[in-house]
């Protein structure tokens, strides 16, 4: 009539219905020793380690720093071959003190880039359509359960999605002084938050004219910083002094007073100015390395830059061609 009877006080039961459950019980397979896997440290990045690598001055470096951590979100802006994508991983790595890559993430925006891929929307399955996570949802998540260290997420070629499409309600969460505030999401009956440890950096070419303004909404939650051609940098002169090539030399002093031309130019400015990653990682610079250059990148740019005045792609042609003879 019990379902709960206290059997203690009968001691012989209580002995041999433990022995027999120990006799049923098979015998525990020994326990091997797991081996212990040490994972090795990321590799430390100072500062110093980011001016090797990327043509800018100390300067401006800590400049740029200053921004990110008071803004939080950064746009790197410049002429095409500045080094902006280069420099934008190496500038987080800088800012954590380490190579960690696990805390940095990168993506290119796009035409037919979305809202779903950015935060996240249902998408066709097996069963038909389940709800996605896309990748600055799962990164701030992660971010958000790791808030003793520093996020960085790079937005390549920021300018060429839907910003607005994109971000959606993101637009606030992601302003500084709203950070960890939560809002809720289009797709989910949940709350979301930008963590105050997860820093936004993209990357806008100033030289693309296809490309319409940014959203002034987008504009005002972001710094913009303006990178500029290294060839005055000390990284760029001691790079260039080890090729010990003349040629090179000729060709970089022609490149720079295309620049100042470039830049005085009412219709082009100091955005179009040609950047030092043209001429950068030669172990040899030697003549057919840096006709290619000539030939198939600067010279089709100048066409580009001025295709209603042949004359003036004509005679800059001609100087760049001559300096590498």
């Given at each position: 009539?019990?379902?709960?009877?206290?059997?203690?006080?009968?001691?012989?039961?209580?002995?041999?219905?433990?022995?027999?459950?120990?006799?049923?019980?098979?015998?525990?397979?020994?326990?091997?020793?797991?081996?212990?896997?040490?994972?090795?440290?990321?590799?430390?990045?100072?500062?110093?380690?980011?001016?090797?690598?990327?043509?800018?001055?100390?300067?401006?470096?800590?400049?740029?720093?200053?921004?990110?951590?008071?803004?939080?979100?950064?746009?790197?802006?410049?002429?095409?071959?500045?080094?902006?994508?280069?420099?934008?991983?190496?500038?987080?790595?800088?800012?954590?003190?380490?190579?960690?890559?696990?805390?940095?993430?990168?993506?290119?925006?796009?035409?037919?880039?979305?809202?779903?891929?950015?935060?996240?929307?249902?998408?066709?399955?097996?069963?038909?359509?389940?709800?996605?996570?896309?990748?600055?949802?799962?990164?701030?998540?992660?971010?958000?359960?790791?808030?003793?260290?520093?996020?960085?997420?790079?937005?390549?070629?920021?300018?060429?999605?839907?910003?607005?499409?994109?971000?959606?309600?993101?637009?606030?969460?992601?302003?500084?002084?709203?950070?960890?505030?939560?809002?809720?999401?289009?797709?989910?009956?949940?709350?979301?938050?930008?963590?105050?440890?997860?820093?936004?950096?993209?990357?806008?070419?100033?030289?693309?004219?296809?490309?319409?303004?940014?959203?002034?909404?987008?504009?005002?939650?972001?710094?913009?910083?303006?990178?500029?051609?290294?060839?005055?940098?000390?990284?760029?002169?001691?790079?260039?002094?080890?090729?010990?090539?003349?040629?090179?030399?000729?060709?970089?002093?022609?490149?720079?007073?295309?620049?100042?031309?470039?830049?005085?130019?009412?219709?082009?400015?100091?955005?179009?100015?040609?950047?030092?990653?043209?001429?950068?990682?030669?172990?040899?610079?030697?003549?057919?390395?840096?006709?290619?250059?000539?030939?198939?990148?600067?010279?089709?740019?100048l066409k580009e830059y001025w295709f209603d005045e042949p004359t003036k792609v004509k005679d800059w042609t001609n100087n760049l061609r001559s300096a590498i003879k």
């Amino acid at each position: 009539m019990k379902t709960l009877t206290d059997v203690t006080k009968y001691t012989d039961f209580v002995e041999s219905t433990v022995a027999k459950i120990v006799e049923d019980r098979p015998e525990p397979e020994p326990v091997k020793p797991k081996s212990l896997t040490i994972l090795p440290d990321n590799d430390p990045y100072a500062p110093e380690d980011f001016l090797n690598d990327v043509y800018m001055d100390e300067h401006s470096y800590e400049t740029l720093v200053s921004l990110i951590r008071a803004k939080k979100n950064v746009i790197l802006q410049g002429a095409p071959g500045v080094g902006k994508t280069y420099a934008a991983k190496r500038l987080a790595y800088s800012m954590m003190g380490e190579k960690d890559a696990d805390r940095v993430m990168m993506v290119q925006f796009h035409q037919s880039y979305s809202y779903e891929d950015f935060i996240m929307g249902f998408r066709p399955s097996e069963k038909g359509f389940e709800l996605k996570h896309g990748a600055f949802y799962t990164f701030c998540k992660k971010a958000e359960e790791d808030s003793d260290n520093e996020y960085f997420f790079i937005i390549d070629e920021i300018n060429r999605g839907n910003l607005s499409k994109i971000f959606g309600e993101l637009f606030m969460l992601i302003e500084s002084d709203k950070r960890n505030i939560e809002l809720r999401l289009l797709y989910a009956n949940e709350k979301f938050s930008v963590p105050a440890n997860v820093y936004i950096i993209g990357m806008m070419n100033t030289a693309d004219r296809s490309l319409a303004m940014l959203d002034y909404a987008l504009r005002r939650r972001f710094a913009f910083f303006e990178m500029k051609p290294g060839f005055e940098t000390d990284g760029f002169r001691t790079y260039r002094m080890g090729l010990h090539s003349e040629r090179f030399d000729r060709l970089i002093q022609c490149v720079e007073n295309l620049n100042n031309v470039i830049a005085a130019d009412e219709s082009l400015g100091e955005g179009f100015c040609i950047g030092h990653s043209y001429f950068c990682n030669m172990k040899e610079a030697d003549e057919q390395t840096l006709s290619n250059i000539v030939e198939f990148e600067l010279i089709p740019l100048l066409k580009e830059y001025w295709f209603d005045e042949p004359t003036k792609v004509k005679d800059w042609t001609n100087n760049l061609r001559s300096a590498i003879k």
